[in-house]
């Protein structure tokens, strides 16, 4: 078992905040992130998938079709756009961190050989990021 | 004449139109960055002084205050911002790095020594970033 | 189960040796990191916290507590400190990566909610680094 | 139980194609890495060791050694060199960032003591990269 | 004035000797670079290119149009070849970074605007890097 | 004419204060620099080097030559000591990264050719650097 990893990146606006809270208390939770105009960040992600090595290409994943798979199922829905308005998956989900990586994981999963254990890193900036392997 | 640097950053949401353009035009030339709810970025902004060393301190300029100045006069008014919709030195400036970067050269201009000279470099994403020295 | 990662940093002066060798054998086994006088690091510390995601907050824990813990316990004991002479943790006990990354775990386990498991990883340099999560 | 990790790199040239395949089925497996003349990348790699701390000396194993082991056995034979021509292990094997994995953990898994638990990561670019503990 | 910057990359074999001076001349004077079956780069590439704001766009050039460029005239002349047998620009001319930065800036000169000043940085490694602006 | 530049690194410790100051003033000007018992970074060097390109070889200068000179000259010195105590250039100099980067130019300077133009930059941290040409 090895495991290959293939980075992506998408820019998005978000906004933290609960529609059954007050200013004061999205404030006092979720800080300058629930401000009403939304921010935004250069979410980098690693995508790891775990698996035996095909000995026919040397290959756990092409990655050729990781990056495709990454590419049309995950930056085509969040890149350049708001996470809170654009997105379905959000729609009574905070766009935290934490969500937007299990979001992502399970659309992956779905795309991914179940044979191939999968694994992802979010980074919402470089200081804060998210690790999730489904479990 | 030696040149001293500090690192700061901010996360913003912006969006890159004309009102006076249609979708499709704004489209052809703004691409992604044009779409209606906003996308963001982490910026990264490097503010370089240069002058000479006082003897008395071994410094061009205390980076304690350059920090100071950054904070208080950069980063509270652009960190989790909608530079469209809440920073006034964009209302009818399209917020383009290049533009991002002489608002802030313009208002650090003001803020510290005129003996010293000022250049910034602000990032976007890893991979685009503009510099500016006002001239 | 999810894990959120964050990243903060100290800069430190430390020297390995045993005063129960004499200067040769101490250079032998620490070479450099035994010259008398001290030299330091610019550490990097990334502390990593998993759990369950708060369905109320979307976070397993606010990482703005995470980073206020990290300054007022880690930061302030360590940060522009000589790490053999400031900090009682190494009366007796060689400040290498290893061992530093053992006292901020055990610092770090006391003020953070049981429930949560706690991994760090401490880089001394871009080369070197140590990652320990207690067991 | 504590890990500590080196970083290191080599640069070397490779191609990816098998000879049993035409060039069409190259190029449609192996893409651009299937160009017959070789191409190139900076390898980074980082070796993982994981053991007790030392109490002596405060290491789990000491760098300047590992260093040294990675030096002789990992870059002398891979640096500046071409993966298909000049390195044995790669004759019948594709030089697949897995497989090069592979192999130098079977080469320092033969020169670290067998009570420390032994893991890679290697980098074949900043966005590709694979992770090996040998089973 | 204001100077926009875009990053590209481009993997790569290469090899340093001059075929009238003997192996260890060649040795001497490009070390293992001169190695003969190859070795290669993951190389980075800077294009900064200065001039006005366009008041309209608010760019100084489109980085869409710049990032086409560089992809069309330098990525697919470069990205996955051996410089010193694909490449005719390096027929009689030794790859090295130098080289290699002059070639890169007389081509992308051709097809920028020639109101705008172009700069150009190339990382032959992280560690390794030359810059050049055409005078 | 074609810069070339070449990465180097040192870990020292040092102390920013005044003799002739007391510990409120000292604290007041150098904050947490001003520590008694020393604190240290890990310094990243850039030195650069700007002439042009010999048409035999390809090199401004040989990296090889210049990376030996930085070895020699600069890590030699500074590298894992302390700057106040072990370091003659900084007896009556406070080792700012200002006066820092003024005395690697001067060693730097008198062994480099002097038809080749010398230019530094020194990081304290990732956010804290400077810059020295000499004028």
């Not at 300058?32 to 095909?54: A, D, M, Q, R």
């Not at 590419?71 to 379905?88: A, F, G, S, Y």
């Not at 779905?110 to 980074?123: G, M, R, S, T």
Request: some cysteine; hydrophobic content about 40%; glycine content about 4%.
């Amino acid at each position: 078992m090895i495991t290959v990893s293939r980075k992506a990146h998408f820019n998005s606006a978000h906004r933290l905040y609960r529609e059954d809270w007050d200013d004061a208390q999205n404030l006092k939770v979720f800080g300058k992130c629930s401000y009403p105009n939304y921010h935004g960040h250069n979410y980098n992600l690693v995508v790891s998938v775990t698996g035996e090595i095909n000995p026919e290409t040397g290959f756990v994943i092409n990655l050729k079709d990781l990056s495709d798979i990454i590419k049309q199922h995950v930056e085509e829905k969040l890149d350049h756009k708001n996470l809170n308005l654009d997105v379905p998956e959000f729609k009574g989900l905070i766009p935290t961190a934490e969500n937007i990586a299990v979001v992502i994981w399970n659309i992956l999963r779905e795309k991914i050989d179940k044979k191939l254990l999968l694994k992802i890193v979010l980074y919402e900036t470089e200081r804060n990021f998210v690790e999730y392997s489904g479990a």
